[in-house]
């Protein structure tokens, strides 16, 4: 998967370290500026309220880790 060519809301399953999968929504993307790199702002509904009521579950993850972690997730 090409994390240039998800749109925003698009419905995403991750695969995470201990072979678990999350249904993630895809919130933005920040491109590489300046010598930081592109980061992917991801939220995650399982993460919502771990950090506080205001926290959404909205997460960054690299272009690196979404390309061979995420997938698109079909209905």
Same mark, same amino acid.
């Given at each position: %998967?090409? !994390?240039?060519?998800?749109?925003?809301?698009?419905?995403?399953?991750?695969? %995470?370290?201990?072979?678990?999968?999350?249904?993630? &929504?895809?919130?933005?993307?920040?491109?590489? $500026?300046?010598?930081? !790199? /592109?980061?992917?702002?991801?939220?995650? !509904? $399982? &993460?919502?309220?771990?950090?506080? !009521?205001? =926290?959404?579950?909205?997460?960054? %993850?690299?272009? &690196? =880790?979404?390309?061979?972690?995420?997938?698109? /997730?079909?209905?």
């Amino acid at each position: %998967m090409r !994390p240039t060519t998800l749109k925003p809301g698009d419905r995403l399953s991750i695969r %995470m370290p201990l072979s678990s999968r999350e249904t993630a &929504y895809f919130v933005k993307r920040r491109p590489a $500026a300046g010598g930081r !790199p /592109a980061v992917n702002l991801l939220r995650f !509904p $399982a &993460y919502a309220g771990l950090n506080g !009521p205001d =926290d959404d579950g909205t997460c960054g %993850m690299s272009d &690196y =880790d979404l390309s061979r972690r995420g997938e698109i /997730a079909h209905d």
